[in-house]
T-cell receptor
Framework: DTGVSQDPRHKITKRGQNVTFRCDPI?????LYWYRQTLGQGPEFLTY????????KSRLLSDRFSAERPKGSFSTLEIQRTEQGDSAMYLC????????????????FGPGTRLTVT | QQQVKQSPQSLIVQKGGISIINCAYE??????FPWYQQFPGKGPALLIA?????SEKKEGRFTISFNKSAKQFSLHIMDSQPGDSATYFC?????????????FGGGTRVLVKP
């Protein structure tokens, strides 16, 4: 399978615990995005990387959240001291660098990691 | 603030009917408008997309209509099938905007009755 993969698919944790999610993008895709989706809502942007550089973070990304993409390939998203409000689907997407006025620009999503904080 | 507004929140259509979902945006910096289809427990999958320099794009049973002056666009699903039952999200993205991050609408849950 050459699509975006995420691990784990489901995570149940107790409030206050730390969790880490992994995303493997489509190979050769320079950009990697993290989104969060709560039940019944559209995904919301959290952060994105171009190669290994984290170029933007949303205000939604509190200081308990940290993301890395150390070698410009896979990425991890860590949540420290989880809260019940962190319960959501965490989605990863990847894309090639957009071409100026070139081909349509597409982001490809993984299956997501469903986090439940009890 | 919701930069992309989507309606309706849900709709029920008979097999063979037409499903119509509407979206409106505010930010004129958006210049690419994709639609995603999402099944329960799965990530969103790109369905079809349009740039604002065209008024309509068709791929199979799916058509996007785009009205740049009104800042509105819509998805039409022709000959709807039970397998089309899913949640549909419109989105917008700006090529020149930092990060090219997607801004999603709130979603429309479509149920196609056999």
């Amino acid at each position: 399978d050459t699509g975006v993969s995420q691990d784990p698919r489901h995570k149940i944790t107790k409030r206050g615990q730390n969790v880490t999610f992994r995303c493997d993008p489509i190979s050769e895709h320079n950009r990697l995005y993290w989104y969060r989706q709560t039940l019944g809502q559209g995904p919301e942007f959290l952060t994105y990387f171009q190669n290994e550089a984290q170029l933007e973070k949303s205000r939604l990304l509190s200081d308990r959240f940290s993301a890395e993409r150390p070698k410009g390939s896979f990425s991890t998203l860590e949540i420290q001291r989880t809260e019940q409000g962190d319960s959501a689907m965490y989605l990863c997407a990847s894309s090639p660098l957009p071409q100026s006025r070139g081909p349509d620009y597409e982001q490809y999503f993984g299956p997501g990691t469903r986090l439940t904080v009890t | 603030q919701q930069q992309v507004k989507q309606s309706p929140q849900s709709l029920i259509v008979q097999k063979g009917g037409i499903s119509i979902i509407n979206c409106a945006y505010e930010n004129t910096a958006f210049d690419y408008f994709p639609w995603y289809q999402q099944f329960p427990g799965k990530g969103p999958a790109l369905l079809i997309a349009i740039r604002p320099d065209v008024s309509e794009k068709k791929e199979g049973r799916f058509t996007i209509s785009f009205n740049k002056s009104a800042k509105q666009f819509s998805l039409h699903i022709m000959d709807s099938q039970p397998g089309d039952s899913a949640t549909y999200f419109c989105a917008a993205i700006g090529f020149k905007a930092a990060g090219n991050k997607l801004t999603f609408g709130g979603g429309t849950r479509v149920l196609v009755k056999p």
